[in-house]
């Protein structure tokens, strides 16, 4: 199911995948999403609820896996991956696309007015608190503390976010 909200500007030249297995899909108020991003229908059954004033910015992929959830005015840079899925690959004596998927470590949760930088990837596990700043080409899986400034892979607290003096 897709449900998307008369406010939110979708480019053309986006690509958002329905569920044909009953995945819902929702966009909320206010949400922009540029050119070339992909939401996925893939890799799980889990939802992805995009809420209010989200940006989403050119070439950034969404998978559904194992859920996503954006809080309020999240920003995501160009070329994010968010990957709330794993492959299973225990069995060494079957090939690893057809082990499946692993379970869930429980999708992916940005809360309210985040902010990831370009080329981030976050991966199922993931909860970034509110208020958080992800650096440029990190790699996210894990809890990130609200109001913190993380970076690298994996991502690690550099410093906090303060009001000016």
């Given at each position: 199911?897709?449900?998307?909200?008369?406010?939110?500007?979708?480019?053309?030249?986006?690509?958002?995948?329905?569920?044909?297995?009953?995945?819902?899909?929702?966009?909320?108020?206010?949400?922009?999403?540029?050119s070339f991003?992909?939401?996925?229908?893939?890799?799980?059954?889990?939802?992805?609820?995009?809420?209010?004033?989200?940006?989403?910015?050119?070439?950034?992929?969404?998978?559904?896996?194992?859920?996503?959830?954006?809080?309020?005015?999240?920003?995501?840079?160009?070329?994010?991956?968010?990957?709330?899925?794993?492959?299973?690959?225990?069995?060494?004596?079957?090939?690893?696309?057809?082990?499946?998927?692993?379970?869930?470590?429980?999708?992916?949760?940005?809360?309210?007015?985040?902010?990831?930088?370009?080329?981030?990837?976050?991966?199922?596990?993931?909860?970034?608190?509110?208020?958080?700043?992800?650096?440029?080409?990190?790699?996210?899986?894990?809890?990130?503390?609200?109001?913190?400034?993380?970076?690298?892979?994996?991502?690690?607290v550099l410093?906090?976010?303060?009001?000016?003096?």
């Open positions: 199911m897709l449900a998307i909200s008369p406010s939110a500007q979708i480019s053309k030249l986006a690509d958002i995948e329905d569920s044909v297995r009953g995945t819902k899909i929702t966009i909320g108020d206010g949400v922009f999403i540029d991003v992909k939401l996925r229908v893939a890799g799980g059954m889990g939802d992805v609820t995009i809420g209010p004033n989200c940006y989403i910015n050119a070439g950034s992929v969404l998978y559904s896996g194992n859920g996503i959830t954006l809080g309020e005015y999240v920003l995501i840079a160009a070329n994010c991956t968010l990957a709330p899925t794993n492959h299973e690959y225990r069995d060494p004596d079957v090939v690893i696309r057809k082990q499946g998927f692993a379970p869930s470590r429980g999708g992916i949760v940005v809360e309210d007015d985040v902010w990831i930088g370009a080329n981030s990837v976050l991966l199922d596990g993931t909860r970034i608190g509110r208020g958080a700043i992800v650096g440029a080409g990190s790699v996210v899986r894990g809890e990130l503390p609200a109001y913190s400034i993380s970076a690298g892979n994996p991502a690690k410093k906090w976010r303060k009001k000016p003096a």
